[in-house]
């Protein structure tokens, strides 16, 4: 049942129904199937209570009534609560006249734009319509008697929303402000109105953020990750230490975390005009960008791999295609394989063909024939040289730290060796590695490992539960191993030794070897928590929201529209807003400037109201009314017989013989139920004098 539930002159209320909730009964439209436009038809019931009749009427909305409640203008369809102005598409909506008594409607608006929220008030119906040149939302009246239209209010910065009327007077809103139309005169004017209010909305809040997470990353030596979470940067220990909020900026979003080695040269993939995919390389050297793959097939995720030899990517080569389930359409999954490409000419493939054979040790001769230098060989170890004293004969006397470190910063950095790239031929390099394809992503690697995560293919993934299981292939024995199953993503330190995962809302830090299972190594992300102030925040999502709109827009042009006036026009309306919902409805109306239709604004800290499930028979109740005296009424309360106010099972929808999915209960193997049996009590209960939906709340299949 929707909001609108208004009430006749007389003993009826009209009711606005989801035809698929009530009306067409709901096992006829099963939740796996689902619908964004669920159809809704209006409906009447009496004053007094009863069961709800359907009016002949195929679609309706928002609807008023004529004085005598003999007549009612309605709108078939809405868009009230969509992000769309200027609307001149199928759904834009009409008003249409209904006559109760001789069961007539009338079509009395034609217009390609909206007209909605009719008012009806004496011989005129008052509604939102945005006909005007500026194609703003105003209040238009118009006349049963000459059935012409006139313009009311003019409004050309905001547009006119939410109007109701009164005897004398439509309340409306413009600009954030309420405004009185009076409709003698038909002139608007503002009103003041303070709400004393405690905003508990609007003061800063610690709130968890352990559900926010979006982006994460392990520090080089996996000891501690990396987490954003609403806009935060936490690090979270491996173990030991606290949980620690780097940013605690509630008017700034950070995202994206990650621990940077510096480097020359950046891979990237690239989308190409043929909607296909390239491997890009860029020289931070030359300031250079060099297209390495033809974008033949889609190519993605370029890494390098840790000694400057090789560029491992995927791409989507694999052409094995099967049959769909229910037509002879090819379809073509699991295409993804990992490619290898040597960085320079003059190395070998990494699927070269081996050979094992005997290696000559003169080497190891020489080196036990030449005598050892200490001081060299801890240098070749990569070790620190001694303590030195100041006794100790250095050929310069030692006297402090500062002199030791001095000496200890002479020895050998290990500087990384230079990439050295050549690009010509060098697709040509390009080779499949031995892995089998499927839907692979995220590479990484590092010394003798390239690491992935191999997902399940589409329509075998179940709901809610992660499909990724994460892998490595080694590069000397050539042969892929399981790490972890049922993992949503994961990162590696660089080190190459440490692996943070993530399998729904657990997250891990665990060795980079085989055998491990999703829960190993948990960490404590329930304590990323942060004190949120909601002004700021939501002045930033705002201005992201705008900035979101201004970079990816189709249109450079933005429909012609000046976006920073936009953006100035309803940043205006900010200091009023006082919880979450304000934010999105100011939102919507920024990108409904845009005109566009599929363009929405959704979620934040909503309030939600308990949700209570209701069973259903799939078939339609009628009601019997006692005829009985209240005396005899009382007398017998306990007895319940079939002229009692009892209800009957009317109509049962049964569906299609070969549709067992949308089968009532009622038809169900076993169930001897017909049309015009009577249903006494539910679980026990006793509904003689009740609605009949009550008893069936919380009870579903």
């Not at 007895?639 to 049962?652: P, Q």
Request: glycine share 6%.
């Amino acid at each position: 049942m929707r909001h609108l539930a208004s009430r006749l002159p007389g003993s009826a209320i009209l009711l606005n129904l989801y035809i698929a909730a009530i009306f067409a009964p709901p096992f006829l439209l099963p939740a796996s199937v689902g619908t964004s436009l669920p159809l809704r038809r209006q409906g009447q019931e009496s004053s007094g209570g009863g069961m709800p009749e359907t009016l002949p009427l195929p679609y309706g909305e928002l609807a008023s009534f004529s004085p005598d409640g003999s007549r009612m203008v309605f709108q078939p369809i809405s868009t009230e609560f969509r992000t769309w102005k200027r609307y001149r598409g199928g759904m834009a909506s009409d008003l249409w006249l209904y006559d109760f008594v001789n069961n007539t409607s009338e079509k009395i608006t034609d217009f390609e734009g909206t007209d909605s929220v009719p008012m009806w008030h004496r011989n005129t119906i008052y509604f939102l319509t945005d006909r005007d040149e500026r194609k703003k939302l105003n209040i238009w009246a118009y006349d049963l008697g000459t059935k012409k239209t006139r313009q009311i209010t003019r409004f050309t910065e905001y547009d006119v929303k939410w109007p109701s009327i009164g005897p004398e007077t439509i309340v409306f809103e413009n600009g954030g402000k309420l405004h009185l139309l009076d409709l003698a005169s038909e002139i608007s004017q503002p009103i003041s109105i303070q709400v004393p209010a405690d905003l508990p909305e609007v003061r800063t809040k610690l709130k968890d953020l352990s559900k926010h997470i979006q982006n994460f990353s392990l520090s080089p030596s996996g000891k501690r990750a990396l987490f954003e979470a609403r806009g935060e940067v936490f690090t979270v220990p491996q173990k030991h230490g606290s949980v620690r909020n780097l940013t605690s900026t509630s008017g700034v979003a950070e995202r994206f975390p990650a621990w940077s080695p510096d480097s020359r040269w950046l891979a990237y993939s690239k989308n190409m005009d043929n909607t296909e995919s390239a491997v890009m390389i860029y020289d931070t050297v030359e300031n250079k960008t060099h297209q390495v793959t033809s974008s033949y097939y889609s190519d993605t995720d370029p890494v390098f791999d840790p000694e400057g030899k090789y560029l491992f990517f995927c791409s989507n080569r694999s052409f094995t295609p099967v049959y769909g389930d229910m037509d002879s359409t090819w379809i073509y999954p699991n295409s993804t394989e990992i490619y290898a490409v040597t960085l320079r000419k003059d190395l070998g493939s990494p699927i070269a063909p081996r050979s094992d054979e005997e290696k000559v040790e003169e080497e190891k001769k020489k080196e036990k024939q030449e005598p050892k230098d200490e001081g060299q060989d801890r240098k070749d170890k990569g070790e620190p040289p001694p303590f030195l004293s100041s006794t100790e004969d250095t050929g310069a006397e030692v006297n402090d730290v500062n002199a030791v470190e001095a000496a200890e910063g002479d020895k050998d950095k290990k500087k990384p060796k230079p990439v050295n790239i050549d690009f010509e031929g060098f697709e040509r390099r390009v080779v499949k590695l031995p892995i089998d394809a499927g839907i692979l992503r995220s590479l990484h690697t590092v010394k003798g490992k390239l690491v992935y995560c191999r997902y399940l293919p589409a329509g075998a993934v179940k709901e809610g539960e992660p499909s990724g299981t994460l892998l490595y292939y080694d590069t000397e024995e050539r042969e892929e191993k399981t790490v972890i199953l049922e993992i949503d993503g994961y990162d590696i330190s660089s080190d190459g030794k440490k692996v943070i995962y993530k399998s729904k809302s657990t997250y891990g830090i665990i060795d980079l070897a085989e055998g491990k299972n999703a829960g190993s190594g948990k960490i404590a992300v329930d304590k990323l928590k942060a004190w949120v102030a909601p002004r700021q925040e939501w002045q930033q999502i705002f201005n992201e929201a705008w900035r979101i709109e201004r970079d990816y827009f189709y249109d450079p042009n933005m429909h012609g529209l000046d976006w920073k006036a936009i953006k100035k026009r309803y940043e205006a309306l900010l200091p009023y807003i006082v919880d979450r919902s304000d934010l999105n409805y100011v939102i919507g109306e920024m990108i409904a400037e845009l005109n566009t239709s599929h363009t929405y604004v959704s979620g934040g800290d909503l309030e939600q109201p308990e949700r209570i499930s209701v069973g259903l028979l799939g078939c339609d109740f009628q009601k019997n009314q006692p005829q009985r005296t209240q005396r005899t009424q009382r007398k017998d309360k306990k007895k319940l017989n079939k002229e009692d106010s009892a209800y009957r099972i009317g109509k049962i929808y049964a569906g299609a013989a070969w549709d067992a999915e949308v089968r009532s209960p009622l038809r169900q193997p076993g169930v001897d139920v017909n049309e015009g049996d009577y249903l006494p009590a539910v679980n026990l209960i006793r509904h003689g004098l009740t609605q009949i939906y009550t008893v069936f709340d919380e009870i579903r299949k």
